[in-house]
């Protein structure tokens, strides 16, 4: 609602002077001028506000809105530097380029943001996210590169008889394009993920498998055969019936110990805390326990007891770190409640419905929108349960 009302009101005042400013001048170009100012700063407090968002949620800036928009505007808003009375006069007089006070502030931003996006696709993200489709960044990168190159090409052979100057907005733009194509990404290396393939999952497993092996209860040793059956079942429609076999076994294995059931019902304690303190229901807790955790109880792995070893990604076994996992964000199995990295497990999720580790189908409303904590609230969780064990 209020940003509604905050989009309409920048828009009517803008409307407002641009008409009056317009008038004056009798300009049409001063009146869209206006306007174009107006939606620069919608356009600018959306990206705040996505960046603010995703820094929430620890997660990388790898979507279509981040890489592909600034480019959009950091074009669109040179271009019209070019043809703009307002604030268009030409500070570099007499010479080929053109800059004016109008592409520096609405222009070079995104110019220089589309470059930095541009470089992180060679660089830094293995995917960029349409909506829940996802392309390889390098794939993504080389095509937004070339129609970048392209498009200023042709640009300026189009109009260069007509504004006879090439604009230094496009001219960084370019020569950044073509220095990301070369450096990073025609002779840089990049780490890449391992290939999920069939061999790859069942040595993780059984890695896995070695790595949570029973100290002496009778019931993590179930719930260790119930992993090697999961371990056997491929992700086919075939093999459903065992995979839910194996499911109800670790299902009967969880309930057992006593210590887990005196831990709930001392945690569920703090649950109806949380709910009567915030009446709009779980969404709202769940975005805030982003910043501070208030059930521990929805993190907690299924599992008899546990140790450090249980909060290990189950992609690559390593206890989620900071600094080292700045950014990455962390996904829970929503039946198992283990840990994988959130990046890790995106891509998972790409060639399998399955959870990695308990076999459970993963629903596609999570598929779609995961839960992603940030890793230091995990470290949070991490040490409640490793301490509070006994
Ligand atoms: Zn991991
Ligand atoms: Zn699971």
Same mark, same amino acid.
């Given at each position: 609602m209020v940003k509604i009302k905050a989009i309409t009101l920048i828009i009517l005042v803008f409307t407002f002077i641009g008409i009056i400013h317009g008038a004056i001048l009798n300009s049409v170009n001063v009146f869209v001028s206006w306007i174009f100012i107006g939606i620069w700063l919608i356009f600018s407090f959306k990206v705040l506000k996505n960046i603010k968002q995703h820094r929430e949620y620890n997660s990388p800036h790898n979507t279509a809105f981040f890489t592909i928009s600034p480019v959009f505007i950091g074009i669109f808003y040179s271009i019209w530097g070019n043809f703009t009375v307002l604030l268009g006069e030409d500070l570099l007089e007499g010479s080929d380029l053109f800059l004016s006070w109008w592409s520096i502030i609405f222009g070079t931003p995104y110019i220089l943001y589309s470059a930095i996006s541009l470089y992180r696709c060679f660089k830094k993200y293995n995917v960029i996210y349409f909506g829940t489709k996802s392309i390889d960044? !390098? $794939?993504?990168?080389?095509?937004? +590169?070339?129609? #970048?190159?392209?498009?200023?090409? #042709? /640009?300026?052979? =189009?109009? /260069? +008889? @007509?504004i006879e100057f090439y604009d230094l907005n496009l001219f960084i733009l370019l020569i950044s394009t073509i220095l990301i194509i070369l450096i990073p990404g025609l002779f840089g290396t990049r780490s890449r993920l391992p290939q999920l393939t069939r061999n790859y999952i069942t040595e993780r497993t059984n890695r896995l498998n070695q @790595?949570? =092996?029973? !100290? =002496?209860?009778?019931?993590?040793?179930r719930y260790r055969k119930s992993v090697r059956t999961t371990t056997n079942s491929s992700p086919t429609p075939s093999t459903r019936s065992v995979t839910n076999r194996s499911r109800s076994v670790s299902h009967s294995s969880r309930s057992t110990p006593t210590s887990q059931r005196r831990s709930t019902t001392s945690r569920s304690k703090t649950t109806t805390r949380t709910t009567s303190r915030s009446p709009t229901?779980?969404?709202? +807790?769940s975005k805030q326990s982003t910043r501070k955790i208030t059930n521990f109880n @929805? /993190?907690?792995? $299924?599992a008899g007891r546990l140790s450090t070893e249980d909060f290990k990604c189950i992609f690559c076994f390593k206890l989620p770190k900071i600094p080292e996992d700045r950014g990455r964000g962390i996904i829970l199995c929503p039946?198992?409640? /283990?840990?994988?990295?959130?990046?890790?497990? $995106?891509?998972?999720l790409r060639s399998s419905n399955l959870c990695s580790r308990c076999n459970a189908t993963i629903p596609a409303s999570y598929k779609k929108n995961p839960k992603i904590l940030t890793v230091k609230n995990y470290i949070v969780v991490v040490k409640h349960f490793v301490n509070n064990r006994k």
């Open positions: 960044a !390098r $794939k993504f990168g080389y095509m937004l +590169s070339i129609s #970048i190159l392209l498009f200023i090409i #042709i /640009y300026w052979i =189009s109009f /260069y +008889s @007509l @790595l949570t =092996s029973p !100290r =002496s209860n009778t019931t993590p040793q229901g779980t969404k709202v +807790s @929805l /993190y907690k792995p $299924k039946n198992c409640r /283990y840990p994988a990295h959130a990046d890790e497990f $995106k891509d998972w």
